[in-house]
């Protein structure tokens, strides 16, 4: 009987990661410019005193849909993960954090998402991935 390899294991297992909080990424992202628009977004952010929320809104939904795209194509992957990341600590700790820690206002689902993105952003993309076809075409 012929044993697999764990390491090529860790690869997919990082792979599903990658392409499950991409995804997540990609949908908010979405929503916030064709469900809620940018006004709907700048709005409540300016509800919640962040200031210039109009540009806090764009970067925040541009950053969410190229994040999610990023980590789906597994192109740019590390930076990807650290900028959303970043995104979810300052949800954590601008929004979340006073709600306590449960859902549906709390910070359990920023806290997984900060964590998966920290996650990615360590061992970046290893399988099915942009980067991986970059990294091969440069080191011939």
């Known amino acids: 009987m012929a044993h697999s390899d764990p390491s090529r294991l860790n690869g997919w297992g990082l792979w599903v990661l990658r392409i499950t909080v991409g995804a997540v ?75 306590g820690f449960f859902m549906p206002a709390g910070f359990e689902y920023a806290l997984a998402l900060l964590g998966a993105n920290i996650s990615i952003a360590l061992t970046g993309a290893r399988t099915a991935a942009v980067d991986v076809l970059i990294r091969r075409r440069s080191s011939r």
């Open 25 to 99: 990424f990609l949908v908010h992202g979405l929503q916030k410019v064709f469900v809620f628009g940018l006004g709907g977004v700048a709005g409540y952010l300016a509800q919640q005193g962040f200031p210039a929320p109009g540009l806090l809104a764009f970067v925040l939904s541009a950053g969410e849909l190229a994040g999610g795209v990023a980590l789906l194509l597994g192109l740019f992957t590390r930076s990807a993960a650290i900028g959303l990341a970043i995104t979810m600590l300052l949800a954590i700790f601008t929004v979340h954090l006073k709600r």
